[in-house]
């Protein structure tokens, strides 16, 4: 699973890490630390538009891959 990212987005996250490791956090690496950010906005995203409850897993070929074209 990937994702585009602006490089000034990029060097933001890639700090944020980094930061967030010298503070003492246990990121073991910058995937770990992607994951939870997006795990806590899948969370907040049952709450909004799934009454709390687990979005259902949906397939990788559910998605179009890449971005769109503009």
Known sequence: MGY????????????????????????????????EAILDQVVRLEAELNGGRPFEGAPAHSLSPGRPME
Not at 7 to 25: L, T, V
């Open 4 to 35: 585009y990212a602006a490089p000034e987005d990029s060097e933001r996250i890639r700090a944020a890490f980094i930061a967030a490791r010298n503070a003492g956090r246990p990121y073991r690496s910058l995937s770990d630390f992607q994951l």
